[in-house]
Nanobody, 117 residues
Framework: QVQLVESGGGLVQAGGSLRLSCIYSRNIFSISNMGWYRQAPGKQRELVAAITRGGSTNYADSVKGRFTISRDNAKNAVYLQMNSLKPEDTAIYYC???????????WGQGTQVTVSS
């Protein structure tokens, strides 16, 4: 099974920054793509940022210019740098990956991000 462990969430004031990390149990040779999602109370889970096997990235319009997704293959890690945080960024953030040749989604446990005004 694929295991993902997230960390880095917390409470921050508007305008501040947080860096989320996700450590996964498979190496880069098995992975097709990775991404960060978030879910606010009473809302559906939404894509925040994604990075493909080839290294290309895409972002939700609401976070463009503020968030950056990156990876470290040697450490089996994916990161989400969040700057200029807004109260509407408050949510549980989840790491997700897919393996080559499979449509199955693997999810982390989630980490809470709370942005105060």
């Amino acid at each position: 099974q694929v295991q993902l462990v997230e960390s880095g969430g917390g409470l921050v004031q508007a305008g501040g920054s947080l860096r989320l990390s996700c450590i996964y149990s498979r190496n880069i040779f098995s992975i097709s793509n990775m991404g960060w999602y978030r879910q606010a109370p009473g809302k559906q889970r939404e894509l925040v940022a994604a990075i493909t096997r080839g290294g290309s990235t895409n972002y939700a319009d609401s976070v463009k210019g503020r968030f950056t997704i990156s990876r470290d293959n040697a450490k089996n890690a994916v990161y989400l740098q969040m700057n200029s945080l807004k109260p509407e960024d408050t949510a549980i953030y989840y790491c997700k990956l897919n393996l080559l040749g499979s449509t199955r989604d693997y999810w982390g446990q989630g980490t809470q991000v709370t942005v105060s005004s």
